[in-house]
């Protein structure tokens, strides 16, 4: 592009006298992708089947591989990667509400359904 090109700023119309508008290769525009980092709710607990009742229970992560009870059965069971896992749950990492998430959506980009703000489900 020559050096000290001026355009009007009303008509875009050029004002160098000593350029002609073929002399002027203007190249083609390419957007490039938005690129947004989305930010990693990782599941801080499951939901599991209990295999006594078959009532759903909520257990922390830091309990796996360890034997848990049934708060409604009071049966014990080890939980561990057997177990009925039938949801995992995190905290959004926008507005920090629980989030519940089917094991099918874990690795997706997903919105939140509190605040619609955007993240992907850690596996």
Known sequence: MPARLVHCRSCRAMLNSELS??????????????????????????????????????????????KVQCKHCERTFLFGPQSAVTAV??????????????LKYLGSKVSCLHCSGHLELAR
């Open 21 to 66: 508008d073929d002399s002027i290769v203007i190249p083609e525009f390419f957007p490039l992708p938005e690129v947004s980092e989305l930010p990693v709710a990782r599941p801080r607990g499951s939901y599991v089947t209990c295999p006594g009742c078959s009532e759903e229970l909520r257990i922390h992560r830091k309990y796996q591989g360890l």
């Open 89 to 102: 749950y995190m905290p959004c990492p926008h507005c920090q509400r629980e989030l519940r998430a089917s």
